[in-house]
């Protein structure tokens, strides 16, 4: 099947020489990962690899239900055999990784096997306003917004370790940060705000 995605691939455009085979959205619930990963991968052309879609896909069980059903340890394990799915995979992908998988020093060595690592990055509060109470998302508890705080503490400095580009979300549309994802991707390097212009497209 693999070897038939490869020849497709070759076809379609998915293996253009100007962007990486694989390319990670990292960061934390509520950037919105999987939105501008979809619209990424559209606009690549290519396929779209989500990781709470990969475990549902392979359990037949929700990230809530394998919280609830079997704990936090089991759908760790599946985000990762998710994740070592991806990145092992010889087809071009775009892949939104699971937010917590980078605290895993197993998925931090799968991530930096190839591909372009970019860091979907947002404040606290911009977050707290996307998960409104944090149904469906199992950590958050009662209070999503300190939950959120103490996770960021935590996971910030790993996904700025991964990073091979930055993108700023707050205050921009999806459409907006798949254009900067996809810029950030060809150009190989990150960018905020504080960075100055962003860079142009080439033409």
């Not at 089991?74 to 937010?99: F, H, K, M, N, W």
């Not at 149904?135 to 990073?163: C, F, I, K």
């Amino acid at each position: 099947m693999e070897a038939v995605l490869r020849r497709e691939g070759w076809e379609r455009g998915w293996l253009m020489p100007d962007y990486p085979s694989k390319v990670y959205l990292v960061g934390m619930m509520g950037v919105g990962k999987t939105t501008v990963g979809r619209l990424v991968s559209r606009f690549l052309g290519r396929p779209y690899l989500d990781s709470d879609e990969q475990v549902l896909a392979a359990t037949g069980y929700t990230v809530p239900e394998l919280h609830s059903l079997f704990g936090e340890s089991a759908y760790r394990a599946q985000e990762s055999a998710a994740l070592a799915r991806a990145a092992t995979s010889d087809v071009p992908i775009v892949c939104s990784v699971a937010g917590g998988a980078v605290l895993e020093p197993h998925n931090r060595h799968l991530l930096r096997l190839g591909g372009a690592i970019v860091w979907l990055r947002a404040e606290v509060s911009t977050m707290a306003h996307r998960v409104g109470r944090g149904q469906g998302r199992p950590l958050l508890g009662e209070d999503p917004t300190s939950v959120l705080r103490l996770l960021d503490a935590v996971r910030r400095p790993l996904y700025g370790s991964l990073a091979t580009g930055v993108v700023d979300v707050d205050g921009i549309t999806p459409e907006v940060a798949c254009e900067r994802v996809s810029r950030t991707v060809r150009h190989g390097s990150a960018w905020s705000p504080g960075l100055g212009p962003y860079p142009p497209a080439s033409h």
